[in-house]
């Protein structure tokens, strides 16, 4: 059995695949992670960025009704990509993934509306 290389107390048997412990939880203690529920927000990143009354799903939406496709498919999708991402709460890597599928998403809806509007002859400055 092994012992504390600080000070001396017996520690538990070695379990599992890792490196074994040399010291014990008295004079090491592991590492306090913080849970990803308790992500920054933007205000917290950027102090001097207010983002009250901005809503990703308001503009989102008043987009979508300049386009006419407000009650699509397409639509909700992108609505419920804009909500997720208003929510907050995310990693980096999760807020970028959402980020690249939202905008996908948008295009996606915008594109429809204007090749919609090229074949009956109506002129939409969007996108």
């Known amino acids: 059995m092994h012992s504390c290389a600080r ?53 989102t939406s008043q987009r979508l009704a300049a386009a006419g496709r407000l009650g699509t498919a397409e639509a909700v999708l992108v609505l419920a990509l804009a909500q997720s991402i208003d929510d907050g709460g995310h990693s980096g890597a999760s807020l970028a993934s959402l980020s690249r599928e939202y905008s996908r998403a948008l295009l996606a809806a915008v594109a429809e509306a204007k090749e919609q509007a090229e074949a009956d002859g109506v002129a939409w400055d969007v996108g």
């Open 7 to 59: 000070c001396g107390t017996p520690l538990p048997v070695h379990k599992g695949r890792h490196r074994p412990r040399k010291f014990c939880t008295t004079c090491r203690p592991p590492q306090q992670r913080k849970p990803l529920d308790e992500a920054p927000t933007v205000a917290e990143i950027r102090p001097g960025v207010s983002t009250e009354g901005v809503s990703l799903v308001a503009a």
